[in-house]
């Protein structure tokens, strides 16, 4: 019989979380105070609650244009170095405690050059941030390591210079490369000269594919621009059927599966973008069940209203996860960073593996 966690025991719990993105993780109050230093004067409300409820998307919105549109905001006010250096800062400190050991953060640097910062000083004050949140995460007695992931949009044409940008950056912090944005109508091809260079590098990828739209988003991922990891990559499941009381895997999910690639689900923002009905309807699960490679994560913690310490939660309550699940997924989270390889290793086995053997035994004690 799995034993019931409780909240403390799950947030307690090392944690690793691959896609989470800085300007969707911002607190409200520092949306509020942000706004009101820098001059932004667009917010749709500046009472705290009002804010908040109007930043958490769980009205039944079903189209991720309008659930991106939230982020107008966020990104209005981190327009200057203070405000991204703060942002980061928050955002490593809130990670930490929530029990996440390892985060990859990312954030677009070109969607923050309205008051004139270059893309290099938007690189270092994040990094910058960063490294300030887990120094005073260590002085409160987490653990935790930060890395980030640089985004173009891929509505635009900045592609290729985002990419030579996370190159540069590479031994800075910055551990890989994605585009994000509006899916329909803007394929990840549109970028090849990007990936290409990223491929030449030696260096990483990850791509948001199989979220707004389907099979054919995972496919060019995959196969045109060399992905590593799909962000969410939870239409996956239109390739999986029941046949006569047996699922039956395409050749896209076979490959998939068969080719360990990582999928960055993220149940909760899923139900609010409509790429899921509901929670308990989520495939992660079955998906798990198949042997794919699933990494649990937030995606935009202030638009969705979570911690990952919430999701864990959820999937307890709708799939019964246990700890031996949350160790499973958390060190298949692990093995999928964009990290070297001893240091995963490390992390693994002196701090993940041991936080979670310290929890069952006082479960059994």
Known sequence: MTTLLSADHIRRAPKVLLHDHLD???????VIE????????????TDLTELTKWFVQ????????RYLAAFEHTVGVMQTAAALHRVAFECALDLARDGVVYAEVRFAPELHIEKGLSLEEIVEAVMDGFAAGVREAAA????????????AMRQAAHSLQIAELA???RD????????????????????LDAF?????????????AGEAFGLPSIWEALQHCGAERLGHGVRIVDDIHLVDGEWQLGRLANFVRDRRVPLELCPTSNVHTGAAATFAEHPIELLRQLGFRITLNTDNRLMSGITLSDEFASCQSAFGWGLDEMQWVTINTMKSAFFP?????ELINKVIKPGYQALRAELTA
Request: charged letters at 20%; hydrophobic letters at 40%.
């Open 58 to 65: 769980d009205d039944g919105a079903t189209d991720l244009v």
């Open 167 to 169: 190159v540069r950056y």
């Open 172 to 191: 800075q912090g910055v551990v890989g490369f994605d585009v994000a944005g509006p899916e329909k109508g803007f394929p990840p091809t549109l970028h």
């Open 341 to 345: 390889f001893d240091q995963r290793l």
């Open 34 to 45: 942000l706004a009101a230093e820098t001059g932004y004067d667009k917010l749709p409300s």
């Open 140 to 151: 409160e007695g987490h653990v935790i390591v930060v890395r980030a992931l640089l985004c």
């Open 24 to 30: 969707g993780g911002v607190r409200p109050l520092t």
């Open 196 to 208: 290409e260079f990223v491929h030449q590098e030696n260096f990483h990828i990850t791509i948001h």
